[in-house]
């Protein structure tokens, strides 16, 4: 088998690097779509779409474990 040319080489990698990134993609947008799943079984009613937003984005920014950590000293709340 022949050597690859520098160009050809690049060429390569090039394709290489977009199919990495639309696997990337694809599996991005595979798990938002089982994590909005989860989402329709939820009572989310209670809540106007600014505080979901809000709860959401403030979760995801501190990351799981000290949401869960926050919420869990959080006093019972009967309905």
């Known amino acids: 088998m ?7 080489r690049l060429a390569d ?5 977009r199919k990495a990134a639309e696997e990337v993609e694809n599996a991005r947008r595979a798990l ?3 994590y909005a799943a989860i989402v329709s079984d939820l009572p989310v009613e209670g809540l106007t779409e600014r ?5 959401l984005v403030g979760a995801i920014r ?5 949401s869960i950590a926050a919420l869990k000293v959080l006093p019972a709340v009967k309905s």
């Open 13 to 17: 990698l090039e394709a290489r690097q």
């Open 51 to 55: 505080e979901f937003k809000d709860v």
């Open 62 to 66: 501190v990351g799981g474990a000290p």
């Open 2 to 8: 022949p050597k690859m040319s520098e160009r050809e």
């Open 32 to 34: 938002r779509g089982k």
